[in-house]
């Protein structure tokens, strides 16, 4: 695997064979949102490739109250 590229390996084989899904974050404070931010009110937002079992982690820590930021490289 490291003679071939151990990043690019596991990249294909937890996101590409997997669940690749895009979802819209924040470029301010890094929250998945829909269009507009609802917690600083921002309207700049960046479509991301994110796995959707990460997105489904992502969103059950929120909803217990843990903040979590995705900040996409702009």
Do not use: W
């Amino acid at each position: 695997m490291i003679a071939h590229g151990a990043a690019r390996f596991l990249k294909e084989r937890l996101f590409d064979c997997s669940d690749p899904y895009q979802i819209t974050v924040c470029n301010k404070c890094g929250m998945i949102t829909t269009g507009e931010c609802a917690s600083c009110q921002q309207d700049k937002v960046t479509t991301v490739n994110f796995p959707y079992a990460a997105k489904l982690l992502c969103q059950e820590l929120m909803a217990m109250g843990i903040k979590i930021s995705i900040l996409p490289k702009t």
